[in-house]
C-alpha cells in the first residue's frame, strides 16, 4: 500500500509540473496573440496546479500508518482534498466564466493564429496525464486521484472548445468575432460542471456510502468459502483513503465453542484482506446460526 501511495504522489507531482508549464505557456501566448479562450484555458490550468498540490498533500498525509488517536488510519484526508478540490474547481469555473462574459461585445482586435499551437499542445499533454491519473486512481482506488484525472479530461474537452471557439473567429472575424470571447464562457461553465460533480462524489464517500454491490457480494463469497462459515447476515463497508473498512455479522454453528468460533472469524477476515486487496481491515462479530 505504502508503493501505491508513493506512485500515486509521483503522479500528483508531474500533473503540477505538466499543468504549471501549460499555464504559463497559455497565459503568456493567449495575451499576446488576444485570445480571451486561450487565456481561460490558461487559468483552468493554472487552477490544476493547486488541485494537484492538493491531491499530493491528500496522498502524503493519507499514507501515515494508523495511531492512537486515528485508529483508522488517515486516509479520509485524502478523500478531503478531493473535496477541497472540486470546491477549487467549481469557484474557478465562476471566474473563469465571469471574466470571459465581461469581455463580450467589447472592441478589440481579432486574435492571431498562432495561438491555436498552445492548445493543442496543451490537449496532447493533458490526454496523457489524463489517461495515467484516471488508469492508477481506478486500480489503487484514489478518489483524489480520480478526481484530479476527471479534471485532466474535462480540460481536453475544454482545450477542444477553445479551439473551436478560436477557430470560428479567426475564420470570420467579422461574423464570429464573439465566438472567442464564449469559447472563454463554455470553458468556465465546463470546469465548473466538474467542480460540482467531484463536490458530490467525494461528499458520498465522507457520508459513509456503501460501495457497489459488486464490491459487497465479493466479500460475502470470501467469508462464506471458509469453513465454518453458515452466512453472513450483515455486510456494512466506508471507505477510508484507497481502502475499505468492513464490518461483518458472520453466523457459525451455534454449538461451536468460544474458541473455535474465533478461529473461524479469524480465518475469515484473512480470507478476506486476503483475497480482496481493497480491503484494508474486517471487523467480524460471530453469532449462532438459527440451525446447527
Not at 461553465?189 to 467542480?195: K, P
Request: a neutral charge.
Amino acid at each position: 500500500m505504502q508503493l501505491s501511495y508513493q506512485f500515486a504522489r509521483r503522479l500528483a507531482l508531474t500533473g503540477m509540473a505538466v499543468s504549471g508549464l501549460l499555464a504559463v505557456m497559455k497565459i503568456f501566448v493567449g495575451t499576446q496573440a488576444r485570445s480571451t479562450a486561450v487565456v481561460a484555458d490558461g487559468f483552468e490550468s493554472a487552477a490544476d496546479v493547486i488541485s494537484s498540490g492538493l491531491v499530493w498533500l491528500g496522498l502524503t498525509i493519507a499514507s501515515r500508518p494508523a495511531d492512537d488517536n486515528h485508529p483508522y488510519g488517515h486516509g479520509r484526508f485524502e478523500i478531503l482534498t478531493g473535496l477541497m478540490m472540486g470546491m477549487i474547481l467549481a469557484a474557478t469555473g465562476g471566474a473563469i466564466c465571469w471574466n470571459s462574459w465581461t469581455k463580450i461585445g467589447t472592441a478589440e482586435l481579432p486574435p492571431q493564429a498562432w495561438a491555436i499551437w498552445a492548445l493543442i499542445i496543451s490537449i496532447f499533454a493533458k490526454a496523457g496525464l489524463a489517461w495515467a491519473k484516471l488508469f492508477y486512481g481506478k486500480r489503487v482506488g484514489s478518489a483524489a486521484l480520480l478526481a484530479d484525472g476527471q479534471n485532466d479530461f474535462v480540460d481536453i474537452v475544454s482545450g477542444c472548445v477553445a479551439l473551436a471557439a478560436l477557430g470560428l473567429t479567426l475564420a470570420d472575424p467579422a461574423r464570429f468575432a464573439e465566438a472567442d470571447h464564449l469559447g472563454g464562457v463554455a470553458v468556465g461553465v465546463i470546469v465548473s460542471f466538474l467542480g460540482t460533480r467531484v463536490i458530490r462524489e467525494t461528499a458520498m464517500q465522507l457520508m459513509d456510502t456503501m460501495p457497489e454491490d459488486a464490491k459487497l457480494s465479493a466479500i460475502r463469497q470470501v467469508a462464506l468459502s471458509v469453513p465454518g462459515a453458515l452466512d453472513v447476515e450483515k455486510c456494512f463497508a466506508r471507505k477510508t483513503g484507497l481502502q475499505y473498512h468492513v464490518d461483518l455479522h458472520l453466523h457459525v454453528n451455534p454449538d461451536l465453542t468460544v474458541r473455535d468460533s474465533h478461529v473461524i472469524a479469524g480465518s475469515v477476515k484473512s480470507a478476506i484482506k486476503r483475497q480482496l486487496p481493497w480491503v484494508q481491515n474486517v471487523l467480524v462479530h460471530v453469532e449462532p446460526a438459527d440451525t446447527p
